[in-house]
């Protein structure tokens, strides 16, 4: 006999998370649709990075791991750090994470808690917001500029007594990369506090020409604040197998660690084995892809440039368009409506308020799907529907 349902009381954390989070729960395309939406590149991982795994496990490395990480993956991680030999990291500095996700998890898990205060500015990469909220910390949104830089006056009002900051450069969802001269304005608006700041540079090899990459931890005034984020995720199209990293001051570093192996134990052994293959690729490998997320951000810009009713500030890096529209509905709706259409995108309100009125397109996507994609959009959304 079964007795009335009972209703599990879920912790408020989740309620919290449920009430605010904006990002969608991801299905596979339709029949029929071309997805614009994922974060994914479309490659295959490169062939050496396959057979550095089948070689670690047919070799027996198929045990725990060190928590940290593999010592020789982490020595090989601090010594091409960006900065590097600007300050000498060492294997004890990184820890290696499931993904970048899990690296962001762990030191926001680390260090923010109840009345603590994090700015976050928007449109941004939405899995932030989410985790400040997991860990019971209050985000501070601050919109960018209209050129999708950050706004320095916004931030300097805001960030005087803010436990932490978090970005990605370059930015998803907005294709972005912050010049030197911003992030040594942050470094200068953050002088004398205690503030930390969190870089997720997970697409610093995207960068497009006329654009330069500078990473956080190649300026002065930002290094010794400064938690490095970085995932094999997108440089090398390795999505699946969830290798992260992350560095910092070594108290952060030692924290972060602690939360990463409560949470998640160490990091499948046999996938650091191929992480370290993939460190050895020649640089022609990254390059050939590079190239052609190159062509294929010509590709979005030469399509929706000009088209009445959109405007898209062309893409510096990452690979991802920011389409502002003129039509006038919920960006939750237009996705809506677009994928009836049969192209999915990312509506702009998941990154953040001022993402209203965006959708974003992912161009890591095949240049046919591209081509098929961006007609559609460019058929309901141009011409300046109201
Ligand atoms: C800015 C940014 N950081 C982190 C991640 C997550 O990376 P990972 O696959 O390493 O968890 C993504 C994925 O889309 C991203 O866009």
Redesign the pocket.
């Known amino acids: 006999m079964t007795g009335p349902m009972t209703v599990m009381p879920l912790a408020s954390r989740i309620e919290d998370l449920r009430r605010w989070s904006r990002r969608p729960a991801l299905a596979p395309a339709p029949p029929g649709a071309v997805s614009l939406a994922m974060?994914?590149p479309d490659f295959p991982t490169p062939a050496p990075v396959i057979e550095a795994a089948a070689a670690a496990l047919r070799a027996g490395h198929t045990h725990y791991a060190d928590q940290k990480g593999l010592p020789e993956l982490r020595a090989a991680l601090a010594s091409r750090l960006p900065g590097h030999p600007g300050r000498a990291w060492t294997a004890d500095d990184i820890v290696v994470?499931?993904?970048?996700?899990?690296?962001?998890a762990a030191v926001v898990l680390a260090m923010i808690g109840p009345g603590d205060r994090v700015v976050v500015p928007e449109p941004a990469?939405s899995?932030y917001a989410d985790l400040v909220v997991l860990a019971g910390g209050a985000v501070d949104f601050v919109p960018l500029a209209p050129d999708l830089h950050w706004d320095l006056d916004a931030l300097a009002a805001a960030l005087p007594g803010a436990a932490m900051m978090i970005f990605?450069n370059p930015?998803?969802?907005t294709g972005i990369v912050h010049r030197e001269q911003e992030l040594k304005a942050l470094g200068d608006l953050l002088d004398g506090s205690d503030t930390l700041v969190v870089s997720?540079e997970?697409?610093h090899r995207l960068v497009y020409p006329g654009h330069v990459m500078t990473s956080a931890l190649e300026v002065d005034s930002l290094r010794d604040r400064t938690v490095y984020?970085q995932?094999?995720?997108?440089t090398y199209a390795?999505?699946g197998w969830?290798?992260?990293y992350l560095t910092g001051p070594r108290e952060v570093v030692d924290a972060a660690a602690h939360v990463h192996r409560t949470h998640n134990g160490s990091l499948n052994t046999a996938v650091q084995h191929a992480a370290l293959a993939a460190l050895d690729l020649p640089d022609g490998v990254v390059d050939a892809m590079v190239e052609r997320y190159r062509r294929r951000r010509e590709l979005v810009v030469g399509r929706l440039s000009g088209v009445p009713g959109l405007h898209l500030v062309p893409p510096e890096g990452?690979f991802y368009g920011f389409l502002r529209y003129d039509a006038g509905l919920p960006s939750e709706a237009v996705a809506r409506e677009l994928a009836e259409r049969k192209v999915l995108v990312r509506a702009g309100a998941e990154y953040g308020p001022s993402g209203e009125g965006h959708v974003r397109i992912s161009f890591a996507a095949s240049e046919d799907d591209l081509r098929t994609g961006l007609a559609r959009i460019v058929r309901h959304l141009g011409g300046g529907r109201c």
């Open positions: 974060g994914e994470t499931h993904g970048a996700t899990a690296a962001l990469y899995l990605s930015s998803n969802p997720d997970a697409y984020v995932t094999f995720s997108k390795m999505t969830r290798v992260g990452a």
